[in-house]
């Protein structure tokens, strides 16, 4: 992509920068936006429309955000201890730690149920 | 808003499309929104009180565990629901320090089921296996609430509240299969939970508030329908551990495919919710208000941390 321009000299040529934008694309109305990559762009108006080029060609979307990329803050990669949170086993607060629930419910001649269940009831 | 445009909002409601915050919407749709999830909102954080009373009484240390992350998932999704229902609430100039302090004052009520005693560990138990089956259903019926920012959240919401079930239903099968005197706890907490169950969904013959969210589909299921789905699904389960359900009139038609039961005391929660007259309503809103005045520093003093720190 030529992002630049001339000022009509032969001699002097103008570079022009755009803005860099963060894509984040939502695929359905009830999915949340999810980061796709990014563009550049001289507006938010024509980030959307560049992002709409670059990343919704063939998948459906219903609604795009660009974000400036020097509004983004983020974690370091370095900095593990932040997100060490698998240090200690937390089966604890994960359903598969209380598998034996299972087991136990059979006991007493009744299925174990989930909360996929209590969904499908609600939509039967 | 013109007739017009209300009309043309319906339509869209009709059609089945989903509503942004950013979206035109009538102000009683506005109002009612904020209404269903503040509400919801401060409900998981009250929730987390009777639980947490458990914490330092847990039988062992995976138990004790298990109830922290199960309190700290309950007061994230306070936060979760708080932040949806500020974004609404904004332009009408009310912020989250209100939301919170709403329920200091009464103007923001709580479920009844917080206002309860959780005497016995069968309750830490309980709790998790009615109180939160009850959420769960209540909750999976609003994944399609014409509110979109309200069912994305609770996308989340639910896949954490299955481990809370989970976790619940492991403390009344350690119990239901333990001795004479668990299994008479178990049975006593049963008791002591199924009126406050059965008014946890509402009265049959709803609010005129409720009336215009089924209207608006910010909610989807009638009180009844949401607790029919709940009595079909526990009261079985009860029974299978051996355990007894405190209703004589509790029996299922196969042609009507629906149950009969005993009406809880409408009146006498209604006005326990509606005055925090509960057992356990005043206490508790004291603790909250000691938490959230008590750390008013630490909020002020993270702005202070956020400054700009002069360069020497």
């Not at chain 1, 920068?17 to 762009?41: C, K, T, W």
């Not at chain 2, 608006?216 to 007894?244: C, D, S």
Request: charge should be negative.
């Amino acid at each position: 992509m030529g992002h630049e321009t001339t000022n009509g000299s032969k001699d002097e040529v103008r570079e022009v920068h755009y803005d860099v934008y963060e894509v984040f694309v939502q695929r359905e109305i009830l999915a949340h936006h999810v980061h796709v990559g990014s563009v550049v762009a001289p507006s938010p108006e024509l980030a959307l429309q560049v992002a709409r080029e670059n990343f919704l060609r063939r998948e459906r979307g219903v609604n795009i955000w660009v974000v400036l990329q020097q509004s983004i803050h983020q974690t370091s990669y370095e900095d593990t201890d932040l997100l060490a949170n698998q240090v200690l086993d937390k089966s604890y607060r994960e359903v598969s730690g209380y598998s034996e629930n299972a087991q136990k419910w059979k006991q007493f001649k009744e299925r174990a149920i989930t909360v996929e269940d209590l969904v499908n009831d609600i939509k039967s | 808003m013109s007739d017009m445009q209300y009309q043309e909002f319906m339509n869209r409601i009709s059609r089945g499309e989903k509503i942004e915050a950013t979206d035109e919407m009538p102000d009683e749709y506005r109002k009612l929104v904020i209404k269903q999830i503040h509400m919801h909102g401060i409900s998981e954080v009250m929730g987390a009180y009777p639980e947490k009373e458990w914490v330092p009484k847990a039988p062992n240390l995976r138990r004790k565990l298990a109830l922290i992350a199960k309190v700290q998932d309950e007061i994230g999704h306070g936060q979760l629901l708080l932040r949806v229902a500020e974004d609404l609430a904004r332009p009408l100039g009310k912020m989250r320090e209100e939301m919170i302090t709403d329920v200091f004052t009464g103007r923001v009520k709580f479920h009844n089921v917080f206002h309860m005693e959780a005497p016995t560990w069968a309750d830490a138990g309980i709790i998790g296996f009615l109180v939160d089956g009850g959420a769960i259903i209540t909750q999976a019926s609003l994944l399609d609430s014409s509110y979109a920012p309200y069912a994305r959240v609770l996308q989340r919401i639910c896949a954490e509240e299955s481990f809370h079930m989970q976790h619940g239903e492991s403390i009344v099968l350690a119990l239901a299969e333990g001795t004479e005197y668990q299994r008479g706890m178990l049975q006593d907490s049963i008791n002591r939970w199924w009126p406050s169950m059965m008014f946890f969904f509402g009265p049959t013959e709803m609010s005129a508030a409720a009336d215009r969210m089924m209207e608006y589909r910010i909610r989807t299921k009638t009180n009844e329908e949401l607790r029919q789905k709940f009595i079909n699904r526990y009261v079985p389960r009860i029974w299978a551990l051996g355990m007894t359900v405190p209703d004589d009139k509790l029996k299922y038609d196969s042609e009507t495919k629906l149950w009969s039961y005993t009406d809880p005391d409408w009146e006498w929660f209604g006005y326990m919710v509606k005055n925090n007259a509960g057992p356990k309503s005043q206490e508790r809103i004291a603790l909250r208000r000691q938490a959230h005045e008590g750390q008013a520093w630490v909020r002020e003093a993270m702005i202070r941390a956020g400054e700009a720190v002069p360069t020497a």
